[in-house]
């Protein structure tokens, strides 16, 4: 286990150094760059300093700290380019993208590379037993795994054929669960759909009984896993396997049985009163359930942060104002706070609307939001309307979108009605926050790509990412 843990000191712990400037909590982590094989899991400090380490792996700007999230939201119908710079995804908006495009490989490599340092880091405490106590193990192997959990199940999302369209029998990913040292064990074929959810929810499982139930700050309550975190990414998961009773079973969880919908469990999750709170400093607001914090030493980096796509100031990306986007769409009203707030009509880099979300100028250090609660109202009110309780969803629907626009009237909808409202919701809720091409994947639907002009059917190659010709070129048992 020496060659082990040398290895996790090199590829965890210089992570730290980018979280080493936020001065609160675990964000005051200081990098250990030199690190003997006896000395990596010698004290808890070290040890903590690895778990952070694997969170500033997962906010890159490659992957959950920006490009990630981006690209969902362009590939549909919701944005138009306006530089058309090539370095900020516009051939994944024009829907020409292939195994080529090193910006999609930048998060099957990340992705994998911060998988591997959860795998070294597991088997890293496993066989450093007395590193730290019990609980703070039991603590730290939570927070791993729900990492872990929450990229596998971006990645599928990404490269491979969505659930629906076959019950998760098509090629998923190649299922890596031992930390790797050396390139030996490249060849790995691709396990199926299924497989990766399963372990998916395995992991999250795993979590949810590890993971402690609060934190002693609101910052650490909104940048590390607990119970409620792990909870909450399963109904993100459970919706995509069309598991609706299963996404009502972990929601209930959370979710009170009636309106004011809020959490009575462990942490009071609830809607703020103003949505655009929820996007100011300092972040963690209860509605807030994870987010990856920021600061000015540790920005997403160049052309990678959400502000720079989308704010006002710059503007890659701009809303679609035609019939097509969720801007012109009838739900979302001129008074809804979420327009009046949240976007800005015209912009002195371009005279059409913009969203303004992530308000700060550069480096664009606003917290990338990854799981909020009204997402997870709006994952049970699409469970309750598929195979639920319809009454219990209108309520949910009504709760999410009346917090911004009070005088709306849904009139009297019909099952296929409330479905198409609350993915509507979805659209206008969870602008830029990364959700929509993965919301039309999940539902086997055809792309509807503004940039590339077309409806991009399921049955086509570019519906989902190729594998990266860097993974297809080293690991010889990827097949197609």
């Not at 914090?293 to 006002?312: R, S, W």
Request: hydrophobic share 40%.
């Amino acid at each position: 286990m020496k060659m082990v843990n040398k290895k996790i000191g090199i590829l965890t712990l210089a992570l730290a150094m980018s979280l080493s400037s936020c001065k609160e909590d675990f964000l005051e982590a200081i990098p250990e760059l030199s690190l003997s094989d006896a000395t990596v899991f010698s004290t808890p400090a070290r040890v903590e300093s690895q778990v952070v380490g694997l969170y500033g792996s997962a906010k890159s700007g490659s992957l959950f700290g920006g490009r990630y999230l981006i690209y969902s939201d362009i590939r549909a119908e919701e944005f138009i380019n306006r530089t058309t710079n090539s370095v900020t995804g516009y051939s994944t908006y024009q829907g020409n993208q292939d195994p080529s495009d090193t910006y999609i490989a930048a998060f099957w490599t990340q992705g994998y590379l911060t998988i591997n340092r959860i795998n070294l880091f597991l088997e890293g405490l496993t066989a450093n037993p007395n590193s730290v106590s019990t609980a703070l193990a039991a603590n730290y192997r939570g927070e791993a795994k729900f990492l872990r959990a929450l990229t596998y199940f971006s990645l599928v999302q990404f490269f491979a054929k969505p659930y629906a369209l076959d019950n998760g029998a098509s090629p998923g990913l190649p299922l890596r669960l031992k930390g790797e040292v050396t390139s030996a064990n490249n060849n790995l074929a691709r396990s199926t759909v299924a497989q990766i959810y399963d372990q998916v929810i395995k992991d999250l499982n795993e979590a949810e009984n590890e993971l402690p139930d609060n934190y002693s700050s609101a910052l650490l309550r909104t940048t590390r896993a607990h119970k409620n975190t792990a909870i909450a990414l399963k109904t993100r998961v459970l919706l995509a396997k069309k598991d609706y009773a299963g996404v009502i079973t972990e929601a209930n969880k959370i979710v009170s049985a009636s309106a004011p919908f809020k959490s009575a469990n462990r942490v009071a999750h609830e809607l703020q009163s103003d949505v655009s709170s929820v996007f100011k400093a300092p972040y963690t607001s209860v509605e807030s359930i994870f987010s990856f914090p920021m600061a000015e030493t540790n920005a997403p980096g160049t052309q990678n942060q959400l502000g720079y796509y989308f704010n006002a100031g710059n503007v890659e990306y701009y809303l679609n104002p035609s019939g097509s986007g969720i801007y012109a769409n009838p739900q979302f009203r001129a008074v809804d706070d979420r327009k009046t707030k949240l976007t800005v009509p015209t912009t002195s880099v371009a005279a059409f609307p913009s969203v303004t979300k992530f308000s700060g100028v550069s480096p664009y250090i606003d917290f990338v939001p990854n799981i909020r609660y009204a997402e997870v109202l709006l994952n049970l009110a699409e469970a309750e309307a598929e195979a639920g309780n319809q009454t219990r969803a209108l309520a949910l629907l009504k709760a999410v979108h009346e917090r911004s626009d009070k005088g709306y009237d849904f009139g009297t909808l019909d099952k296929a009605g409330l479905v198409k409202a609350i993915l509507t919701e979805r659209r206008i809720e969870l602008l830029a926050e990364g959700f929509r091409t993965n919301d039309i994947l999940r539902r086997g639907e055809p792309i509807n790509s503004f940039g590339a002009g077309a409806m991009i059917q399921p049955s086509e190659t570019r519906y989902i990412f190729g594998i990266p010709l860097a993974e297809t070129q080293t690991n010889p048992g990827i097949g197609n």
